[in-house]
């Protein structure tokens, strides 16, 4: 049997634990067959909800009631219309959305925008732009522009985020207190003063024990505090204010819902045409960044979940923006808030264990029997006790792991631009300034370069930090020409880009100073510059450089690569320096020290991190010794993501034959018992030696301790000669050549062995570990990710699908 393969994103692939399936693709038809297919009888569906999506909608529900309440509230609006928004964005959001675990609703985030839409021109008609703006969602989502969302700054995000959180929080103080916000946080602030002096004793209670039991209920320790923190907090905090203010007969103001039937939907837009376009790209603006962010971080959160992956794909953006779009329409038509994706809720979703889009659109009905159902029991809060809860979601929306994140990464300036801008002006206008200076931020580090000179044991080194452009060019030139005649130079560009001025700048002095009898060597980039040792010569006039007579060696013989990549070159894919080497030793050497002053400074930070913390890998990654194959990069992974084990042909010896050495057994056992690794992948990869070994010794081996180690493979030559192991197909074509097919088989074979080893077995039967077969095609930089494609009853069947659209540890 032979199986083909259709690409398909990688986080549905691998090769699982003992017990997983896929089904088997159809067999191609005979020769001279009818190839017209024919039509395949509709499956009969049966809607089936699994155990973990009913409590997990269950969860999100509890959280979602309050919040929805708590958001209305914020806004102004009815509160009739959060809850509107939030059966909306489970039902429509959650059943056509392209993320399917993302819970959908009233977004804190769409506070600030809603609130002044309502001031300025009424509830009916910013319900009409709510409408207007699903459809402006429809028209971006079919235009698959979606992905061009996520190339605005993170920092311009964060401070977006950051200035709605500090609008929301100085807003639903003053009703914390007992009094009603202003409409700009300037008059909030302003009218602080009068309101701690006129404090409402009722409400402050009432917002005091809210704040406590929000932030008090998740820190119960023990075990008592594991069993009651399944109980949502927000859910916790409002339940007990409502409590407490009904026990005690405390006078102060409550949710007050009235009739549906009285309940005021869209209207058509009314008001100043550019004061609609501008709230209209507005609403658009947040509700879609808003979404498609918390997609991408839903599928972030999906892929650290412990324990087997759930069988949801990846998010597709795309259709994340027509789900949205769909839902803010239907949403805005029925009188309810815009909807955009809710980050608490889709955390509670994930964390909750949903498996499917099942648990987010049984939230949504759970919101509507709510909502006709529960209308005495909601009556009962207290609108103070929900302004506490949305001032500390506003609170928690200033992140202080986002200021780490950009203060890393130099971008404070846009963080605290945005942010004032969007608590000063307003929500468009904080981006639009945001987005300015991280353009302007872009293009001063483009301009700024620093070029210094020293010299250092008769070595003159002209040191380049920052982009080499022509604004460069003159600072450079008289860098250089502080470099004596016929001395030697080094120049060492630490930058990613150079331009063409900047190249011919650099090449036209190489000319000249090795014409004088000096020589150059240029390192941080591929630069083909002779070294001190062999000289230098002028070029000719085809470009190509001829010998001096008193040099020695290879010239330059290629232009440079203008764009460079600096973290190939720091991970070694990138030779530093250029000509020949003067000896492994001072290649090496030179390595280290373009780590110590390039790489080191960036990771500094992070590796004293793990020294103090320990290595916590989430996976075990066994993979041939083979120089060819840079773990990471061909996963993507940083320091502490992958515990590596590497040896001639990725074996993996059975328990008690590794004659003496028990290395590899040694590395699972830690890697499982001790580090708790939650997979395990064996990659093997393209012109594999050890295999093409295998193939022409056989069974014989050798006495050598090559030959030893190598009969650790036997089986899985055996396993090819087996005539019924129909072998591995790559992305729907047969293996190249027998050394390939025997790579392939290799790989299966060794997770077999792995199966055989006690603390993996264990781990295996309590599903706590995943198994994983990877494949690299050195010559096509392809990963192949390998996964059964056959029952037992129909053979092992296995399959190759390229996986290299994100290859990066479960964490």
């Known amino acids: ?121 009424g509830w009916r008609t910013t319900c009409g732009i709510t409408v207007l703006a699903g459809l402006a969602q429809l028209g971006l989502g079919c235009l698959r522009v979606a992905r061009t969302a996520l190339a605005v700054s993170p920092a311009v995000v964060h401070g977006m985020l950051a200035g709605i959180g500090v609008t929301i929080a100085v807003a639903q103080l003053h009703i914390v207190l007992g009094g009603n916000p202003q409409s700009s946080v300037l008059a909030n602030v302003r009218a602080l003063p009068a309101q701690l002096a006129n404090l409402h004793p009722a409400a402050v209670t009432m917002s005091a024990l809210t704040l406590a ?63 609609i376009v501008a709230a209209l790209l507005t609403t658009t603006l947040v509700c879609s960044v808003q979404s498609l962010l918390g997609a991408v971080a839903v599928d972030k959160m999906l892929a650290g979940r412990p324990g087997p992956q759930s069988r949801v794909g990846r998010s597709g953006l795309d259709r994340e923006l027509l789900g949205q779009g ?93 942010t004032l801008g969007v608590v000063i002006l307003g929500v468009l206008e904080g981006v639009l300034l945001g987005v300015a200076m991280a353009v302007a931020v872009a293009l001063h580090r483009l301009a700024r370069t620093r070029i210094t000179h020293e010299e250092k044991g008769g070595v003159h080194r002209v040191h380049v930090r920052g982009q080499l452009t022509f604004l460069a060019v003159p600072r450079l030139s008289r860098a250089l020409h502080l470099v004596p005649q016929g001395a030697h130079a080094v120049v060492e560009l630490a930058g990613s880009f150079m331009d063409h001025a900047a190249y011919e700048s650099l090449r036209d002095w190489r000319r000249a100073h090795t014409a004088q009898g000096g020589s150059a060597e240029l390192t941080g980039c591929r630069v083909g510059v002779r070294s001190a040792e062999y000289g230098g010569g002028p070029e000719d006039e085809d470009g190509r450089e001829r010998r001096a007579s008193h040099g020695q060696g290879p010239g330059l013989t290629q232009e440079p690569d203008l764009v460079q990549r600096p973290d190939l070159v720091r991970s070694g894919l990138v030779r530093w320096g250029g000509g020949r080497a003067d000896g492994a030793g001072h290649e090496l050497a030179r390595g280290i020290s373009a780590f110590q002053r390039d790489t080191a400074p960036l990771v500094r930070e992070e590796l004293a991190r793990l020294a103090r913390e320990g290595q916590r890998p989430s996976q075990l990654f066994l993979t041939c010794a083979d120089s060819r194959l840079v773990t990471s990069m061909i996963t993507s992974s940083g320091p502490g993501d992958l515990f590596v084990v590497r040896n001639v042909g990725n074996l993996v010896p059975l328990p008690g034959e590794e004659n003496g050495d028990d290395s590899v057994s040694a590395a699972i056992e830690y890697a499982v018992d001790v580090l708790k690794v939650r997979s395990i992948t064996v990659c093997g ?14 069974a014989e081996g050798g006495t050598s301790p090559l030959g030893r180690w190598l009969r650790h493979g036997l089986p899985s030559l055996t396993r090819l000669a087996d005539r019924g192991w129909p072998g591995v197909r790559l992305a729907g074509r047969a293996a190249a050549d027998m050394t390939e097919r025997l790579c392939l088989t290799n790989v299966v074979q060794q997770l077999e062995h792995l199966r055989a080893h006690d603390s993996v077995a264990r781990a295996l039967a309590a599903g706590e570990l995943e198994l994983h077969g990877m494949y690299f095609h050195v010559g096509e930089a392809q990963a192949y990710l390998l996964r059964r494609a056959g029952g037992e009853e129909e053979g092992e069947v296995f399959e190759g699908v390229p996986g290299a659209e994100e290859l990066r540890s479960p964490a």
Request: hydrophobic share 50%.
């Open 326 to 418: 769909a839902a803010n329409i239907v949403s805005g038509a029925l009188g309810g808030l815009p909807v955009a994706g809710v980050a608490v809720r889709s955390s509670a979703n994930v964390q909750s264990g949903a498996v499917s889009r099942n648990s987010t659109m049984l939230h949504g009905v759970f919101v509507v029997v709510a909502a006709l159902l529960m209308v005495p029991v909601l009556d009962l809060i207290p609108l103070a006790s929900l302004a506490a809860l949305v001032m500390a979601v506003g609170i928690q929306m200033v992140s202080l792991h986002h200021i780490r994140t950009v203060t890393r990464h130099r971008e404070v300036a846009v963080y605290v631009v945005t």
């Open 1 to 121: 049997m032979s199986s083909a393969c259709v690409p398909t994103h990688p986080e549905s692939l691998g090769l699982a634990q003992a017990g997983a399936r896929a089904e088997a693709t159809n067999p191609q038809p005979a020769k001279g067959a009818d190839r017209s297919p024919s039509p395949p009888k509709p499956p009969r569906r049966r809607f089936r909800v699994e155990g973990a999506d009913l409590s997990a909608s269950v969860s999100v529900f509890l959280i979602a009631l309050p919040l929805s309440l708590g958001i209305a509230l914020a806004t102004g609006a009815p509160l009739q219309a959060g809850l509107v928004a939030a059966a909306v964005g489970g039902l429509v959001a959650g059943r056509l959305g392209g993320c399917p675990l993302q819970v959908s609703g009233p977004a804190a985030g769409l506070t600030v925008v809603t609130a002044d839409l309502i001031h300025r021109y």
């Open 213 to 275: 039991l929000l932030f008090g209920w998740p820190r119960i320790p023990g075990r008592a505090g594991r069993l009651l923190r399944t109980v949502p907090a927000a859910l916790v905090a409002v339940a007990g204010a409502t409590a407490t203010a009904a026990l005690t007969g405390l006078a102060l103001p409550r949710v007050d819902l009235p009739s549906w039937s009285s309940h005021a939907l869209a209207g058509l837009p009314e008001g100043p045409a550019l004061g």
């Open 685 to 698: 990869h393209s012109g594999c030696g050890a295999m093409q070994s295998l193939l022409s010794s056989g």
